[in-house]
């Protein structure tokens, strides 16, 4: 029974932050030690030591790896052999080195089959940047960790609302130039296999926002809708891929437009996030799509301003490790079903007679 249950690797982040109250707070209730085996990468002392201070009733063992973590148990796996100081809501680039080692020893793990999904606790950008990380968040790291021209795709939902981005973590003065047809075509593709194998969405719809106010009022305003935009959605559609727009953000979002749609593409990250959190800040997810890791986090950051004062909602994280958990059945589910796909159905016209033929298809058995 131990081994079918989903082994989930748990990044501590910035120790300085809220991460190990939503962590500590999610596994306080056993029934999430009955859905999966939580494995954290950190440290058992800081992990003590906020377990103290916030007066959590969470219980956990000590493990060298993975490979030891028991089920009905929270594991710790110790990722630091320096002593680490917590000092709440200070930038501390100790504390981004921490952040660091557990990120590189999730890793190590995951690489050897010992942890099934990943689920990362919000790191601080500026703290954790180091030689060793040189990366505007996460979502970069873990592309450039696994390598081989890995293309991920930032994904914000809750239930039905799935926020995409074209563009991520870069400023907003290199947005327009850095915004092309063919980035676009990549990420309408990504998303587009994502809500199909990730998310079991037959034929998901997909709206795109525009880049400019009113969609650019035909050029009054701007051309990449006219010029990029557009004829990237519809060369897409060409290929099968349901997707419409450009839509004014702004008037899209208000008017509640989004609930017809499966996924929201943005240009950028403000456009997308902004609307997204204010709908779903305290239980929305982050989900990396595009990769072969199944990665989730909560959609909030450290959040320096209530770090140590018992007041972080876990909501969010427990929905991250619940999303995790789903996406790794669904695609499991898709790898059985293309293994064994359904027959083809055709009638075969002979003399007077219309007879059913059934054969075995030869279709794409990889996304």
Not at 159 to 178: E, K, Y
Not at 281 to 290: E, K, L, P, Q, R
Request: charge should be negative; aromatic fraction near 8%; glycine fraction near 8%.
């Amino acid at each position: 029974m131990e081994d079918n249950r989903i082994r989930v690797g748990i990044t501590q982040g910035d120790i300085n932050g809220v991460g190990y109250e939503v962590i500590l707070k999610t596994f306080a209730d056993p029934a999430m030690l009955e859905l999966c085996i939580p494995i954290i990468y950190g440290s058992p002392k800081v992990a003590a030591y906020h377990r103290k201070s916030l007066d959590l009733p969470t219980n956990f063992s000590i493990v060298n790896s993975a490979s030891e973590a028991s089920y009905n148990r929270l594991s710790v796996v110790n990722c630091t052999d320096d002593e680490v100081k917590v000092e709440f809501s200070k930038t501390d680039p100790e504390a981004g080195k921490a952040a660091l080692g557990a990120l590189e020893r999730a890793f190590v793990e995951y690489k050897a089959g010992l942890i099934d999904v990943l689920v990362t606790a919000p790191i601080n950008k500026k703290s954790i940047q180091s030689e060793a990380f040189k990366f505007p968040g996460h979502t970069e790291y873990i592309e450039a960790k696994l390598g081989g021209g890995a293309n991920a795709l930032m994904i914000l939902m809750k239930d039905d609302l799935r926020m995409a981005l074209v563009t991520g973590h870069i400023p907003v003065s290199q947005i327009a130039s850095t915004l092309t047809k063919e980035l676009i075509e990549e990420k309408l593709t990504i998303f587009n296999q994502a809500l199909k194998r990730d998310f079991a969405i037959g034929a998901p719809r997909i709206a795109v926002l525009a880049l400019n106010p009113h969609a650019g009022d035909d050029g009054l305003l701007g051309n990449e809708e006219k010029e990029i935009i557009i004829p990237a959605i519809n060369e897409m559609s060409a290929q099968g891929i349901l997707c419409y727009g450009p839509y004014p953000a702004d008037g899209f979002m208000g008017s509640g437009h989004y609930v017809h749609f499966d996924g929201i593409l943005a240009m950028y990250h403000d456009q997308g996030l902004a609307p997204f959190k204010t709908l779903a800040m305290d239980d929305g997810v982050n989900y990396t799509a595009g990769l072969p890791v199944i990665r989730t986090s909560p959609a909030h950051g450290t959040a320096y301003d209530i770090a140590g004062k018992g007041m972080a909602s876990e909501e969010s994280f427990r929905q991250a490790v619940y999303t995790a958990m789903d996406v790794y059945r669904n695609r499991r589910f898709d790898a059985e079903a293309r293994v064994n796909p359904l027959r083809k159905q055709y009638y075969e016209k002979r003399d007077d007679s219309d007879k059913l033929k059934l054969d075995s298809t030869e279709e794409e058995t990889t996304l």
